[in-house]
């Protein structure tokens, strides 16, 4: 089957105006209807009072951080938090029977949903070349099998080893030190299609790629600006956040070119008295920015913010600047070339609006920037980063209480994985110890990032792909192509924990490992075993299941790592790692970890600290390990927003109901659809213009380096995105995005500025 399609689930979509609120009743209810179904329900309530608690487990879910103390006694998690647990609590399984039932051909004809509803996969599968269906293999030859291809390869950098984000710090830190012993850094991750733009940007201007404030920070906070993040659906425990910083009399400034209910108002679930009341309106000033319009909505806010300060003196931190950063005078020089009604048009917000915005900040010392994937997966995602950090040097506003950059990360171990070495570019400084601890020699060659692996799997230059979880050919842009170079490979293994699209889209023969879910004992020869994840905000904390697995032929990553890596390394003279000695005791592998990475001392002992621990952040402290010493402003060029006649910039989403690629059902609550997801957001007026009403069906092209790339039967669906900007779902519009349509500095897919044409196929 040539591609990679998504049978159409929209018969009966819906759509309704959008909610101007979030949460509340509905949502306990919802989580709760939607345990029901799937779930032993006593069993997940057990365990989700264990969930971000002390002693408990981390939700699977969010990186959003648990607070330092004061954990709700009513449950420290939220709807989409139950929901990400219901899916690895499920009672449903996917055992050797229903792959011996279903062939890979029928399962491709499968959604995306009904694949991750089969439920949890139980046993090791293989599939051999040329063959229909996937049988059951022992661990044992499981291992044998990639260990064979890997130590047949011509050079070890053929093979690739992606990471998703849901990796623990001890899985993470001793699959890099297989892979680099093995003798690549092809070690692809999330991240690169994620926050790779802030981890650029930060590190260029502040000297860490991490944001650098904490909850209690943003309780106290004057000013918040949230910028292209819908926490509500994504990150929904941070809206008590931002209800405590409004309760302290702070204000939000909400940039996004959609009006997201989580933002607009909340009713915290754990304060029923609040949600008699209506709930707390959370943002004062809501700037409806055209896709792509930060840069100059940043531009004209710090214009207006430096036009104040030549009259009066007292609004730019010029005392900060002169003793902590470094590039001012000619950050200004180039500010000063832009024209304040440009910005302002480009940015395609109200011009009062921008002004009051501007007023606030000018107003108030204590501003954090919060950001996500609407800000870094664009071209200029870095530029965006560095300006939001321009801004709050002007201000002063890092490295002080209740002030600072946060960007607001994804995957609940996406920052750990890359703080235990799950990059393809780790510094020396880094692999220098890593040789030490493990008697190793790291390779120190550069490794290929998520669009150049699968360019090199397209061009035959990888042949052998290991996924340590995600479902990479759904998540990365540019479907059709990546599912050829997954075709490619002589070999693709998986560590997952569901059924799901990469499972189908296989090399010449492939494997499926099926892996412990976060909520889920484990138990390894020296007894109880618990991991370590690294939250948004830089808290390291324990995790420890509580659920029994799902079966008894599950293996723990750490476990599956340590077969792998003794199946590919066992006869190489030049690596002798005792890796079953780590399986057995995962205090061995923290002790590890604490002779590589900086901030991990006493890791056994104050990991069992049930609140966790801080790694350091020199920026808290204004402490800036940049070239300069100081902290950089940047210039930034202001994209051009030029448009041909009939093209629409199209931005991809999250709805409320899916985590990333898996899909919880196919609503979107608060946008107000129903029953649908292969739509297009659009703007009534555009419509109009092009004789379009709701529910029309279109096929939509993106036409980039002379090829054109097409969804087809999407319906259209009228909402309030500002004119020329369209919206879509992720993963169904990624078969829209370019493969070389990336941000230049870190490889970024541009998954939020899609140009694309429409074209009308029926009338509704
Ligand atoms: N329930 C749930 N939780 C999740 C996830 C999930 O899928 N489901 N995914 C996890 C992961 S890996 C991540 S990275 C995060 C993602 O969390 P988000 O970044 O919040 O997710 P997105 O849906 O990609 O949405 C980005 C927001 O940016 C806005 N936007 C789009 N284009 C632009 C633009 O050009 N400018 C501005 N200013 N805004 C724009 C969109 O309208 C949307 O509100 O969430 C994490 N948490
Ligand atoms: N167009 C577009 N594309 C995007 C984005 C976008 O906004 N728009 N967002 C990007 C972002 S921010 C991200 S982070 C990526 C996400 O990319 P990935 O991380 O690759 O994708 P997920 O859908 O999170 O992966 C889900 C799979 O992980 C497996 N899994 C779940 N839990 C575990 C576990 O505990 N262990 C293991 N081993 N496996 C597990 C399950 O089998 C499940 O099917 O997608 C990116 N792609
Ligand atoms: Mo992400």
Known sequence: MKGHRYPNVTDDLSWDVAKTESVGIPAIWNSLKHLGKYVDVPQALKASLKMN??????????????????????????????????????????????????????????????????????????????????????????????????????????????????????????????????????????????????????????????????????????????????????????????????????????????????????????????????????????????????????????????EEDEKSGDIVDHQFIKEHTHGYDDFIKDLKKEDFKTCVLESGVDEQLIRNAADVIAKNDKIIICWAMGVTQHENGVQNVCEIVNLLLMRGAVGKAGAGPCPVRGHSNVQGDRTMGIWEKMPESFLSKLDKAFDITSPREEGYATVPAIKAMHDGKAKVFFGMGGNFVSATPDTDYTADALRRCDLTVHVSTKLNRSHLVHGREALILPTLGRSEIDVQSSGYQFVSTESSMGIVQNSKGVLPPKSDHLKSEVAIIGGLAQATLSDREDVNVDWQSFVADYDLIRDKIEEVIPGFDRYNERVRNGQGFYLPNGVKVRDFKTKTGKANFTINPRPLLELEDGSFRLTTLRAHDQYNTTLYGLDDRYRGIKNGREIILMNKADMADHNLRGGDVVDVVSDYDGVKRKVSNFKIVPYDIPRRCLGAYFPEANPLVPIDLINPETHTPVSKNIIVKIRQVAKT
């Open 53 to 306: 608690q002390e002693g408990g487990f981390d939700c699977p879910g969010c990186a959003w951080p648990d607070p330092d103390d004061d954990r709700s006694k009513l449950g420290e998690y939220c709807e989409n938090g139950i929901k990400a647990l219901a899916e690895e609590a499920t009672k449903r399984k996917v055992a050797p029977i229903f792959l011996k039932n279903h062939s890979v051909a029928e399962l491709m004809t499968w959604s995306e949903y009904k694949l991750g509803k089969s439920g949890r996969i139980t046993h090791p599968m293989y599939l051999a070349a040329g063959a229909s269906h996937y049988v059951e293999i022992s661990w044992e030859a499981a291992f044998e099998k990639i260990g064979e291809h890997l130590k047949n390869l011509a050079d070890p950098n053929e093979a690739i080893f992606y990471t998703s984000g849901r990796t623990s710090n001890e899985a993470a830190f001793l699959y890099g030190a297989f892979v680099r012993a093995y003798g690549t850094n092809n070690l692809p991750d999330c991240s690169n299609m994620c926050h790779e733009c802030s981890g650029y940007a930060l590190s260029q201007t502040l000297g860490i790629g991490k944001g650098a404030v904490t909850l209690d920070d943003i309780h106290q906070a004057e000013v918040v600006m949230v910028i292209g993040q819908n926490p509500g659906t994504n990150h929904p425990r941070m809206l008590t956040a931002l209800e405590n910083c409004k309760l302290n009399g702070g204000s939000i400034i909400a940039v996004n070119p959609l009006k997201e209910a989580g933002l607009i108002n909340y009713s915290n679930p754990q304060k029923p008295l609040r949600i008699l009341k209506g709930g707390v309106d959370l943002t004062d000033l809501y700037l409806q920015v055209q896709v792509n319009g930060d840069v100059a909505l940043l531009k004209a806010i710090m214009l207006l913010l430096l």
